[in-house]
C-alpha cells in the first residue's frame, strides 16, 4: 500500500501514543486495576447528567451559540470569581469541544508552519503532538528533578528561545510530574514573554487539585489585561466529565470574534444540552470537587507510602494534579517494562517514554481512584519491585 505517502508528513509522522499502545495490550484483563489514563473511576455524578437530560429532552438539538450558551459563559465567569477571587465578564469564555480543542485553538492563533513554540517536558503528549501536526516545531525545555521536587529554570526556557518562537506552554499543575508553579517562577515566565512578546498558552485544568493550598497560584494571579495569554481548560477532571468532550477557552474579549470564526471552521460549537450538564457541574459541583480533591489527597500519600518503602521507588511527592511520576532503581526503559508490570502485577500503568525528553525512566500511576484499589495496585507494583 503506497496511499500513505501522499499524506502530509506531518500527518504520517503523528506519534502512536504510548499510554493508549500499553492500555490496548492489558484492556479486558481480569482483575487489572487499570491506572494508565489521566481519569478518576466515577461515572458523571447525577446533577450533572440530569441537567443535560432535561436540556435533550426540551429538544435543545439545534445549532446553538458557537462561542457557547450564554447561561454557560455566565457560569464561567461565575466559577472563575469564586476560585480567582476577581470579576469575570462573561465575554472572557469560548466553550471547546475539551481542552484538546481548547490547545488546537490556542495553536491555531499562535504558531503556524515554521514556528516554535516551547514546552516543559516530561509533558502530557497530546500538546507537542498536536503542535506537530499543525506544522509547529514543538521545542522542549526540561524541568529539573532535585531533593526538594521538580523546578522550571526559566533561564533555560529563554536559552530556548528563537526569531521562530512564538508561543510558551505551561501546565501547571503538571501532567505527568506533579511539578506546582509558584508565584515567582510564573512571574518570570510572564516577564520573558512580554520581553520576548510571546503568547502564553496556560494549561491550569488542575488548579484546584492542588495539596498545597485552596487551589495551585495561576497567571490570572498576576497578568494585566493586556497579557498575551490564552488559558486552556476542561470540565473533564473536576466533574468526572471526560467522555463528554466540553472545556472552554479563557481570552481577552477582544479575541472573541476571531475564537468564534476558528470554532466555526472546525467544530461549529458544542451541543446546547451538553452545556446544560457544564452549567449544573459549574454552578452545583464544588461539593462533588472537594470531595474527589480530598480523596485524591489521601489516594497520593498511599500510594507514596507503600512505594517508597521499597527503598527502590523514587519520586517527588506531588504538589498537584494526581499522578504519581515514580522511577524504579535499575529500569531504564519504562516502555517495556510497562508490559511487564501488566503481565506480571496486573497493574496498568503509562509508561513515562509517552511524555518526552526526561520521562523515559518513569512511570505514570493515576491516583484518582478508590482508595481501596490504589492501595492493592500499589502493593502489587511493590511485589514486582521486591522480585526485580
Partial sequence: MTLIKDLRSEARMAPESGIVAVANYGRGREGLIPLWAGEGDLPT???I???AARGLVAGETFYTWQRGIPELRQALARYHARHFGRTFAPEEFLVTGGGMQAIQLALQATAGAGDEVIYLSPAWPNFPGAAGVAGV???AVRLDQTGNGWACDVAKVEAAVTARTKAIFVNSPSNPTGWTADLDTLRAILDLARRKNLWIIADEIYALFHYGGVRAPSFMDIMEDEDRILFVNTFSKNWAMTGWRIGWLRVH???QQTFENLIQYSTSGVAQFMQ?????ALDEGDDFLAAQ?????????IACGILGATGRARFSVPQGAFYLFFSVDGIADSRAAAFEIVDRANVG?????AFGEGGEAFFR?????RLDQVEEAANRLAGWIRKR
Fill in 45 to 47: 455524578p447525577e446533577f
Fill in 49 to 51: 447528567s440530569q441537567a
Fill in 137 to 139: 516545531r514543538p521545542v
Fill in 253 to 255: 474579549p477582544a479575541l
Fill in 276 to 280: 446544560r450538564g457544564a452549567i449544573a
Fill in 293 to 301: 480533591i480530598e480523596r485524591a489527597s489521601q489516594a497520593r500519600d
Fill in 349 to 353: 500503568l503509562a509508561p513515562g517514554t
Fill in 365 to 369: 500511576l493515576c491516583f484518582h481512584r
